[in-house]
Each structure stands twice: as C-alpha cells, then as structure tokens.
C-alpha cells in the first residue's frame, strides 16, 4: 500500500462543476502539498499546509491531521483546470523528502 | 525573473551510455531536489541538495546515479551505464530554503529515453 493514495484516479467534469479530489496518508507528516502538472511534464504548486484550510481564488485546500486526510477542492471549474493534481507529504520530523501520490487526472469539458 | 530551467529538455541514449542531466535552479535558492517520474506515476524523490552538500541521497536507485553541486547552484545528475528502465522525466525543484517549509518550484524536466 502507498503511503499516499489519491482518489479518484479519473475524474471527467462539466465546465462550472464544483470539483474535490481527495488525498489519504498513511505516515506522520510535517507538511502536505498539492501540485498541479499539466500535459508536457510542468508542476506548479499549489498549496502547502500543515493545517485547516488555504484558499487561492477558486482552489480550496483542507486538511484533517487526526483522519491523515486532505482534500482539494475547485469551485465553478473550467477547461484551463484540466490537469493532474498530485499530493505530496513530508514526513514528520521535517524530512526534505516528499513522499507523492499517483496523481488525479482532471478533464474539465466546455 | 528566471524559473528552474534544466537541460536538455529531450535525451535519446543507449543502453550502457553515460549521461548528464543539468538543473539551474532559482538564483539565491539554496535547497534543491532532483526526482523521477515514471509514466503514469506520480513523481519519486531522489537526492535533496542543501548547499553544495547531499543532505538525502536515500532515493537514488543504485550506485550509477550520481548528482552533484560543486558551487551550491546548478546540479548535474549523472547516470552510468544506462538501462532501459531509467527510461523517465528527470525533475529538478528548488526552494529557497527548506521544501518542508518553503515553496518547492519545479522546473520543466528532462525527458531521458534509453533505447
């Protein structure tokens, strides 16, 4: 079993959907990051927390450290948002290593 | 200004070649992070640089992988005697001080394919 498992692995979604993907680790952590890559290799980050909740713009970010459990949530999604969203941890302990899921593949269709 | 660049953006070897994978990271960052990614996969961590010093090599495969950072700036990764299964994308990140705490900015990647 992976220390990080992302679900679903597919999603397909109509333009203006309000979307979650969600994230579940198995270690302690000291951080949790959520990554966005799209087709070509590029990732950007999104988020990293430790704790409760981010937002930036339409993206909305929780964590639940007592569940190890994370979610990402897009509000009124749109094609550009078609992409792979990947979690990642850090280790407890503040290790530099990240520890990813496989990814979620988003298709936002108009 | 300038975001993580790495070279080349393709490499076509063969097997049991040498190769070299270069990252620039952001000027000033001064943790920087090499990782793998398979297809389909989500990407694996292989060394994290701290400085000119490899703080976490605990995710390199094997002895043929090797990296670098002579001057705490840009890092080669060396891969010896290449197998088809190193067939991946190369990602080089820096952070300006800890990944665990900072941003991680990822650059576009290396596409290595061994023949």
């Known amino acids: 079993k992976n220390e990080v498992e992302q679900s679903p692995q597919n999603l397909t979604a109509q333009e203006g959907e309000f979307i979650t993907i969600n994230c579940s680790y198995s270690v302690g952590i000291s951080a949790l990051h959520w990554l966005q890559q799209h087709p070509g290799g590029g990732i950007v980050s999104l988020f990293m927390l430790s704790s409760g909740k981010k937002k930036h713009g339409r993206l909305i970010a929780t964590i639940n450290i007592q569940e190890k459990h994370s979610s990402l949530h897009i509000t009124a999604s749109h094609p550009r948002d078609s992409a792979v969203y990947i979690c990642?941890?850090?280790?407890?302990?503040?290790?530099?290593?990240?520890?990813f899921g496989k990814g979620t593949k988003l298709t936002v269709n108009p | 200004g300038a975001g993580v660049s790495q070279t080349p953006s393709n490499k076509v070897t063969e097997k049991g070649k040498y190769v070299e994978l270069r990252c620039d990271p952001i000027?000033?960052?001064?943790?920087l992070y090499w990782y793998r990614q398979s297809l389909g996969q989500g990407p694996e961590f292989l060394i994290y640089?701290?400085?000119?010093?490899?703080?976490?090599d605990s995710g390199l495969p094997n002895d043929r992988f090797f990296a670098v950072r002579p001057e705490g700036s840009v890092s080669t990764l060396k891969i010896q005697r290449t197998e088809r299964g190193d067939s991946a994308m190369y990602l080089c990140?820096?952070?300006?001080?800890?990944?665990?705490?900072?941003?991680?900015?990822f650059g576009p990647g290396t596409r290595l394919t061994v023949l």
């Open positions: 000027s000033g960052h001064t943790a």
């Open positions: 640089f701290q400085g000119t010093g490899a703080a976490d």
């Open positions: 990642a941890v850090n280790s407890q302990g503040g290790s530099e290593k990240l520890v």
């Open positions: 990140a820096s952070s300006l001080t800890r990944g665990s705490t900072d941003t991680q900015y």
